[in-house]
C-alpha cells in the first residue's frame, strides 16, 4: 500500500530542521546546508541535484538513494518552494532548483495564495494548493499512481501532517552541527503518543540515520 | 585549569533527557532507562554502579569513563537526588544509589530546603545548597581540590548552568529511542548563541555520542 513519507530530513544536535533567516541566499538558513553535508557529496545527490556522475557510495548513499524511491509526488511547503512570502508578485519564481528540478514527479506546494500550475521539465510540476494539507494529499495520492508521497518539508509542513496522523515513516538524518535557532523539527511533537518507534538506526561518519514508523 | 562539565547525558531522538513522570520506581521517568543501554553494560558502569567486574570496553566505555574522570564534585538537581518534592519529611532519604553511591567526591543538591549533610561510604558526601546555582558551584570547585566539576542533572539543572553560561564542555548521547514527552535537554536554549560547537562526534552501535565545547 502506498504510504506518507518524510525521508532524508536532517536536523542538527540541537533538533533544528532549518537554520534562522531563510533567504534567496539562504534557502536553509543561516548554518542550514551543514545539515546536509551527509548527503551532497552522495552519487545521488550527485546525479540528481547536480547532473554529475560519480559521488559516494555507502550508507548515507543508501540512504539518499531510498529517500527517491517509489515516490509519485512530493508535498512541500511554499517555503521550501521559494523565499517569496505573501501573495505572487508574477509568475518568475519556479522553485530553487532550476529548469529541471531533482522531482521529476508531480509536486504539489502548499499556499494560501493561488497559482497556475507551472511545467517544468523532467517530468516536475509545480501545483498549487490553497485549501489546506488533506486537500493537497488527495491530490498528490491521486497524482502518484499508486506509489508513494513523499512530504518533502519545511518544518512546518511536516508538523502539520505529523499532528493530522497521516505520516507513515520518517527518515532522519541527526547531523553533527549545531544550529541554535530556527525550526525544530520535533518541537510540541509527542512522537510516542503518535504511535512511532524507531526500527532502524545507522550511523556513518557524517550522520545518524533513524527510520521511525506508525 | 578545572572545567564544569555535563558528561554521559543521554537524550532520545526526540531531545528529551529524562521521560515522564519520575517516581521511585521509575527514577529516570517513563522510558528514561533505555536512553542509558549504551551506559549500562559497558565495564566502567558495571564497576561504578554495581561494582561488578567485566563489562564491555570500547567507545561506549571510553565515554563513560571519561565521565568520571577528574571529576573532583558534583552537582545535582534536588530531583536526581531523589523522588521527594517539598520540605524533607525526615532524614530517611539518602539518594537512588545505596550506601556506597559511585560518586565517592562531595556532592551538592541544589534545593529550597535545607538539610544537615549526609556522609555516605566510599567518600561520597550530599550536601544540601538553598542559595541558589552559583553558590553551589562555587562551594563544588572549593570542595574539587583543583578537578573539574560534574554537573550531574537533571534537564532543569543544566538549563540553569547553561543560560548561566557557566557550562565549558558537555558530553552528550543520543539514544535511539523515543520518549515522546518529558524534559527536552535543549529546550529554550541557543547553543550556537551560548558559544558551543561540537568538537567530537563518535558514533558505536549503541549511540551517538558529541561532545560540545565552548
Same mark, same amino acid.
Given at each position: *500500500?502506498?504510504?506518507?513519507?518524510? #525521508? ?12 534562522? &533567516? ?14 546536509? #553535508? ?13 547532473? &554529475?556522475?560519480?559521488? =559516494? ?22 517555503? *521550501? ?7 505572487? @508578485?508574477? $509568475? ?13 514527479? @508531480?509536486?504539489?506546494?502548499?499556499? +494560501?495564495?493561488? &497559482?497556475?500550475?507551472?511545467? *517544468? ?9 490553497? #485549501? %489546506? ?7 498528490? =495520492? ?9 512530504? %518533502? %518539508?519545511? !518544518? ?7 499532528? =493530522?496522523?497521516?505520516?507513515?515513516? *520518517? ?7 549545531? /544550529?541554535?535557532?530556527? $525550526?525544530? /523539527? ?10 512511532? +518507534?524507531?526500527? $532502524? &538506526? !545507522? ?9 521511525? !514508523?506508525?
Amino acid at each position: *500500500m502506498a504510504k506518507v513519507r518524510v #525521508d532524508a530530513f536532517s536536523i542538527s544536535i540541537d533538533g533544528f530542521g532549518a537554520g534562522p &533567516r531563510q533567504s534567496l541566499e539562504h534557502p536553509l538558513g543561516a548554518g542550514g546546508p551543514a545539515l546536509h #553535508d551527509w548527503a551532497w557529496t552522495t552519487r545521488t545527490f550527485q546525479q540528481r541535484i547536480h547532473g &554529475r556522475d560519480g559521488g =559516494a557510495t555507502g550508507a548515507d548513499d543508501d540512504f539518499a538513494a531510498r529517500s527517491f524511491e517509489n515516490v509519485g509526488a512530493w508535498i512541500l511547503g511554499r517555503n *521550501m518552494f521559494g523565499p517569496i512570502r505573501g501573495p505572487w @508578485p508574477d $509568475e518568475s519564481w519556479k522553485g530553487w532548483w532550476g529548469d529541471n528540478p531533482p522531482f521529476h514527479v @508531480p509536486v504539489f506546494v502548499l499556499t +494560501h495564495h493561488p &497559482r497556475q500550475t507551472i511545467v *517544468m521539465q523532467g517530468g516536475t510540476t509545480f501545483q498549487f494548493v490553497t #485549501d %489546506g494539507i488533506h486537500a493537497a494529499l488527495e491530490q498528490a =495520492a491521486a497524482s502518484a499512481g499508486g506509489k508513494d508521497v513523499r512530504i %518533502g %518539508g519545511g !518544518v512546518a509542513t511536516v508538523h502539520q501532517y505529523l499532528h =493530522a496522523r497521516l505520516i507513515d515513516e *520518517m527518515h532522519i538524518a541527526i547531523s553533527p552541527t549545531l /544550529l541554535g535557532s530556527g $525550526e525544530r /523539527l520535533f518541537e510540541g511533537i509527542n512522537l510516542v503518543a503518535l504511535g512511532y +518507534h524507531c526500527t $532502524e &538506526r !545507522v550511523a556513518t561518519p557524517n550522520a545518524t540515520h533513524l527510520v521511525l !514508523v506508525r
